[in-house]
């Protein structure tokens, strides 16, 4: 099993920062992909990063390329999310996940094991 914690969440105005946090505990973290999802009131949950178990692969959707950054820290079992030029549409539930398995790059909810509870970010205009 693997608990997951997000914490960093809150209300920022548009072109403003924030960074999300994700503390896990249980089994190695170092043995997971870790990624971030969001998701908006009446829309499907929508992948935004995933980064290897070492931390030297990310890869970003579109969306939030050149804006947003995924990192972890294996030491303190900890991935982040540090998010700038936020915009009103960045307005959601953010969580976190793991997947354990060969392949760590997946951008599919499905694929992965273990989720947080959530963080709610929310981007004035």
């Known amino acids: 099993q693997v608990q997951l914690v997000e914490s960093g969440g809150g209300l920022v105005q548009a072109g403003g920062s924030l960074r999300l946090s994700c503390a896990a505990s249980g089994r190695t973290f170092s043995s997971y992909g870790m990624g971030w999802f969001r998701q908006s009131p009446g829309k499907e949950r929508e992948f935004v990063a995933v980064i290897s178990w070492s931390g030297g692969g990310t890869y970003s959707a579109d969306s939030v390329k050149g804006r947003f950054t995924i990192s972890r820290d294996n030491a303190k079992n900890t991935v982040y999310l540090q998010m700038n030029s936020l915009k009103p549409e960045d307005t959601a539930v953010y969580y976190c996940?793991?997947?354990?398995?060969?392949?760590?790059?997946?951008?599919?909810?499905?694929?992965?094991?273990?989720w947080g509870q959530g963080t709610q970010v929310t981007v004035s205009s």
């Open positions: 996940a793991a997947n354990y398995g060969t392949n760590w790059r997946r951008v599919q909810a499905n694929g992965y094991d273990y």
